[in-house]
């Protein structure tokens, strides 16, 4: 199998601007995540998705970032407007029954430098 | 809530010899617990977990990990450290249906 596919791998943009992160999970992993990684705050967890209906956006840190799942093999992350806190890199990543503890696996990451 | 500590920033270690990242957790109920290791530039890659079952659970590139209910400890553990192996490690943790909780890593620097 191919993996998580993230795109792009890298994005440099100037504040204000909208950001769109994109996500193929494996294929037939009804889990979809979003994470984010930054030197201060590690890892954190912004949205998971099960068969492509959102379950907890909790780690959504506000209203400029949303998350969509049209369907089972693509996902989005948008920051409208951004900002330079927002940073990071962003790891998108799958499993396959996670609620029965099975493994998440990881994407390369976006990395995303706001200017 | 949960929680997951790895107490070291940083792991020194000489190639060849026996290395261990420590791990601790709190969670409630039984735990999912899980190693990964990041090398610069790239995502996660899945080293290995414990759901149940034994406590000495092997995973990949020659990592095995000891889970220890009564110490709430997790750790990481080779025999024969290899300079390749020098990278970022993260111990996470779940309970249940709670989401999946990371440690904030710990650098392993293996040196020639």
């Known amino acids: 199998d191919a993996g998580v596919i993230q795109s792009p791998r890298h994005e440099v943009t100037e504040m204000g601007q909208e950001v769109t992160l994109r996500c193929k999970p494996i294929?037939?992993?009804?889990?979809l995540f979003w994470y984010r990684q930054t030197m201060m705050r590690g890892l954190e967890l912004l949205i998971y998705?099960?068969?492509?209906?959102?379950?907890?956006d909790s780690g959504m840190p506000e209203d400029r970032f949303s998350a969509k799942m049209p369907n089972a093999s693509f996902s989005t992350l948008k920051i409208q407007p951004s900002e330079p806190r927002d940073s990071a890199v962003y790891f998108c990543?799958?499993?396959?029954?996670?609620?029965?503890?099975?493994?998440?696996?990881f994407g390369e990451g976006s990395w995303l430098t706001v200017v | 809530a949960q929680s997951v500590a790895q107490p070291e920033d940083q792991v020194n270690v000489a190639e060849g010899n026996p290395l261990t990242v420590k791990c601790t957790y709190s969670?409630?109920?039984?735990?999912?617990l899980f190693w990964y290791v990041q090398y610069p530039n790239r995502g996660l890659q899945f080293l290995l977990k414990?759901?149940?079952?034994?406590?000495l659970v092997k995973g990949s590139y020659g990592f095995e990990a000891e889970f220890n209910k009564s110490q709430t400890s997790f750790h990481l553990k080779k025999p024969s450290a290899l300079v390749s192996d020098s990278a970022l490690y993260f111990c996470?943790?779940?309970?249940?249906?709670?989401?999946?909780?990371f440690g904030t890593g710990t650098r392993l620097l293996v040196s020639p």
């Open positions: 996470a943790v779940r309970g249940g249906f709670q989401k999946l909780v």
């Open positions: 998705f099960n068969n492509n209906v959102p379950i907890d």
């Open positions: 414990y759901i149940t079952g034994d406590n």
């Open positions: 969670v409630s109920g039984n735990p999912y």
């Open positions: 990543a799958s499993s396959p029954d996670w609620a029965s503890g099975n493994t998440i696996y």
């Open positions: 294929s037939g992993h009804d889990y």
